[in-house]
């Protein structure tokens, strides 16, 4: 079996890019590989608008962002689900002048290829060092909403070219980056990691005898801000299912509701907030997912289209649980809509064949 080094978001306080992560060495190690993250951090670079706002409360919130931020990183309860290499790397040069030592790199999933508003790459996680002799796979990158100025298309092509196996996340992104190879490469698509482990395997670390599960409750996740209307939706879809709303956090980046029980949770209670909930409300990628895993009911409210959510739903035909602003009649024939799970699972199956037949392919 081979030794395996997994670039991909792995620093970070966040939920959905930890279990991704935890997925994909968690499958990895099924089929008897020896796996590690090659521990590449991108430090968050403060500003003064990171400190100050117009209004008192928002720049309280500002200030307790980044103290939680602090505490948590310190702890490493975001990161303890994953086995890490011994070194560090904070850049480029710092990789390329001394590259990890293994017999397979994967650039992992999240939005690892997402262009920054700056229209850059960051070249590190199209894997931009090492021995030409290492075998180079991507597995489920995501470039986010996919959306690539002209200028960058040589410099990616470039990248990608010395790739050996290429697959990414949503079909955008399949299709732009098959576009700059027309028929000389082939670009797989290919689900998420965290669909490539079963509901069984999740719910080893999720199931408890708690009594604080036994509450009935909705639960938000939200990573962007959303409008009054949007915040007019959430109270309206709680008065008609008759529920108490807790609004999960990560420490520094999810939105706070005024009527909401907002605690910081780190990856297994946040499956387990999921799993144990009547309803989720949310316009996170990890938490549809999740949502789809684990059968909980669930309504995207999002103030954008997001092509990594839609994506998803198309694959699984449940497209139409997604609003963008408050519409009471579409909200209830949401809520009233039943999911069809065998539906849902026999989908999930297939994506989860094309997963691991990539896999089988790219690695042996």
């Known amino acids: 079996m081979a030794r395996i080094g997994i670039m991909t978001t792995q620093d970070a306080l966040n939920n959905g890019a930890m279990l991704q992560a935890f997925a994909l060495q ?10 590690e993250f090659i521990d590449f951090r991108r430090e968050r670079k403060l500003t003064l608008r990171s400190f100050i706002a117009k209004k008192p409360q928002v720049m309280w919130y500002k200030w307790m962002d980044i103290i939680n931020a602090s505490t948590y990183k310190r702890k490493g309860h975001f990161g303890d689900l994953l086995n890490r290499g011994s070194e560090t790397f904070y850049n480029l040069k710092d990789i390329q002048n001394n590259p990890p030592d293994y017999d397979i790199y994967i650039a992992g999933s999240d939005q690892i290829w997402n262009v920054s508003s700056q229209d850059t790459v960051n070249r590190a996680f199209y894997l931009d060092f090492g021995k030409k002799e290492v075998k180079r796979v991507s597995y489920a990158a995501s470039m986010g909403q996919c959306n690539v100025p002209k200028s960058l298309d040589e410099e990616i092509h470039a990248l990608v070219k010395i790739l050996d196996f290429v697959s990414l996340r949503e079909t955008k992104a399949v299709n732009y980056i098959q576009s700059l190879f027309k028929e000389n490469k082939k670009i797989y698509h290919v689900p998420d990691p965290t669909f490539l482990l079963s509901k069984e395997e999740y719910l080893k670390f999720i199931l408890s005898d708690d009594e604080k599960w036994k509450k009935k409750y909705a639960i938000t996740y939200s990573l962007a801000e959303y409008d009054q209307g949007l915040r007019n939706a959430v109270d309206y879809i709680l008065s008609v299912k008759n529920l108490n709303l ?47 895993i684990l059968h909980k009911p669930f309504i995207v409210v999002t103030p954008y289209k997001n092509e990594r959510i839609n994506s998803l739903l198309t694959s699984v035909g449940l497209s139409d649980r997604v609003i963008l602003s408050f519409d009471k ?10 999911i069809d799970w065998d539906k849902v699972d026999l989908a999930l199956k ?3 064949s094309k997963g691991t037949e990539f896999l089988s392919l790219s690695l042996n």
């Open 26 to 35: 968690t499958y990895l190690r099924s089929l008897g590989h020896d796996v």
């Open 246 to 292: 807790i609004n999960l956090r990560n420490p520094d980046t999810c939105i706070r509701f005024p009527k909401a029980e907002n605690i910081i949770v780190t990856p297994k209670d946040w499956l387990r907030y999921v799993y144990y909930s009547q309803l989720m409300i949310c316009c996170s990628f990890h938490a549809v997912v999740f949502s789809l």
């Open 329 to 338: 009649e579409k909200i209830n024939a949401i809520l009233d809509e039943k």
């Open 350 to 352: 297939q994506e989860r």
